[in-house]
Nanobody
Framework: QVQLVESGGGLVQPGGSLRLSCAAS????????MDWYRQAPGKQRELVAL???????NYADSVKGRFTISRDNAKNTAYLQMNSLKPDDTAVYYC????????????????WGQGTQVTVSS
């Protein structure tokens, strides 16, 4: 019913930049939060950045000042601009969305993207 499609991952050198996109489609009335998570090998999945419907944001301490999350509500799309990338940023990045699918629904459903690999290496 709802699909999150991620794009923009790849290989980049330390200090470089990437921009990830997450486009939500399907049965959508509104989206509460859109978040970016990441998971590196041998580590737990961690929240990288969060943005609410109204545009309030929160970031993990490790990415503050380097990453910027944004969203376009008209397009049901979230972005993660990643600058000054470090090897420790290497991970699979996942998009998350809390979606209200109908105006009659009193609940939100959680959806995840498929994940996109970001590798920072020289």
């Amino acid at each position: 019913q709802v699909q999150l499609v991620e794009s923009g991952g790849g290989l980049v050198q330390p200090g470089g930049s990437l921009r990830l996109s997450c486009a939500a489609s399907g049965s959508i009335f509104s989206i509460n939060d859109m978040d970016w998570y990441r998971q590196a090998p041998g580590k737990q999945r961690e929240l990288v950045a969060l943005i609410t419907y109204g545009g309030s944001t929160n970031y993990a301490d490790s990415v503050k000042g380097r990453f910027t999350i944004s969203r376009d509500n008209a397009k049901n799309t979230a972005y993660l601009q990643m600058n000054s990338l470090k090897p420790d940023d290497t991970a699979v990045y996942y998009c998350y969305a809390s979606v209200v699918r109908s105006p009659r629904d009193r609940y939100a459903s959680a959806y995840w993207g498929q994940g996109t690999q970001v590798t920072v290496s020289s």
